[in-house]
């Protein structure tokens, strides 16, 4: 099992961020933090494409708690 | 002679029209001490400024996909300015760079109230809370041969949609729904240092939103609603939507359309009051009082969201 979501992680890191992945990962931000869309995507923006693909990959899972922990 | 109407506002390059009231406060504390001598104060002083500009808005959703629960800050880079239009003798505001501005480039933007009516639209009461870069610069610059943005047209209004509340598995709908109100309950506010007449920083203690619902139903209301001891509320059960209406003012904007307004909470329900007046229908009011889930905020905003 743990080697699977190693394996998972590797994958997304590998792969730049899409329109698709930044909006979900814009979405999970404001949600969680409670900004607005501005500060979403300059928080966004500022992280690497690797970890815009992760938090992506979450919030399609609906693991937010593990976006949590990434985002602070 | 300058004779001004309010205008709009704008934060970064969004431009918030829309407006029913634009008020541009200085907000001293003015202080006139009495002491022996004379009945009359010897010395009248300000001691502080904390200058604010209020708004009313019906483009609610421009403003809260800004703004969100928590606010947006104001910096240099999206700097927050009120705009009132100085009118011509036509009565029409003036052409050109002669239009009174308010700017600000360090504070917090943030919504205070939402209301709505059964069948009226969503107004959103905001409000900019400025600060100075020293104590000494005073937070709002005066400007009064600036253009005026271009309006954006204020036909994107929103309703009362469906309400929904409970946590997964125990769902009420709340029915026949007559007024719906937020308190965003946000503390923020800006602080001043070592006597300076204007503050330099601002904290937010504190973000605890309380929603409330107005309906007719008594059902809301007991075994089959929420039970006197009230009830527990999670995001995933609890949504509230508030409907576009069609931008050419007939019907509204298809459930399937993701251009409505999705709010989440989580929390707790209590019911308040039955209150009947008169011959009119009783209301029963029901109080939200949001909470941190440990993992979203205790409201979640979505400003494109289909009804489902």
């Known amino acids: ?72 | 002679m300058g004779l001004h109407n309010a205008f709009a506002v704008k934060y970064g390059s969004t431009v918030v029209s829309g407006l029913t009231q634009l008020d541009a406060q200085t907000n001293p504390n003015v202080e006139a001490e009495s002491s022996a001598g004379t009945p009359y104060p010897q010395f009248a002083v300000i001691t502080e400024q904390k200058p604010r500009v209020m708004f009313q808005t019906k483009q609610v959703a421009a403003l809260l996909g800004v703004t969100g629960l928590a606010g947006a800050a104001i910096d240099g880079t999206n700097g927050f300015t009120a705009y009132f239009a100085n009118l011509a003798a036509s009565g029409l505001p003036a052409s050109g760079s002669v239009h009174r501005s308010y700017a600000c480039n360090r504070g917090l933007l943030l919504p205070r109230r939402l209301t709505c009516q059964s069948r009226g639209n969503v107004q959103v009461d905001a409000e900019a809370l400025v600060y100075s870069s020293d104590g000494a610069a005073h937070p709002l610059t005066i400007a009064d041969n600036v253009a005026l943005p271009s309006v954006v047209q204020n036909n994107v209004q929103h309703t009362i949609g469906q309400v929904a509340i409970g946590i997964t598995g125990t769902v009420i709908t709340i029915p026949c729904l007559q007024n719906l109100s937020i308190d965003f309950g946000s503390g923020a506010e800006t602080i001043g240092c070592g006597s300076d007449l204007y503050d330099t920083h601002l904290q937010l203690p504190r973000i605890a939103p309380i929603i409330t619902l107005t309906g007719i139903d008594a059902a809301v209301f007991g075994a089959s609603g929420v039970p006197p001891v009230g009830m527990p509320l999670a995001h995933a059960a609890t949504k509230l939507f508030l409907r576009k209406r069609a931008t050419n003012g007939i019907g509204f904007v298809a459930n399937g359309t993701a251009e409505h307004i999705k709010l989440t909470a989580n929390g707790l329900a209590v019911v308040t009051s039955h209150t009947g007046q008169g011959t009119a229908r009783a209301e029963v009011n029901i109080q939200i009082t949001t909470s941190w889930d440990g993992t979203n905020a205790p409201l979640t905003i979505d400003t494109a969201s289909a009804i489902s």
Do not use: N
């Open chain 1, 1 to 72: 099992m743990a080697k699977s979501k190693e394996k998972t992680t590797d994958a997304s890191e590998q792969s730049p961020a899409s329109g698709e992945d930044t909006a979900l990962a814009m979405r999970a931000v404001m949600d969680i933090t409670g900004c607005g869309q501005p500060a979403a995507k300059d928080r966004v923006k500022a992280m690497e494409p690797s970890l815009v693909a992760k938090i992506a990959k979450l919030e399609r899972d609906d693991k937010r708690v593990e976006i949590v922990t990434l985002l602070y």
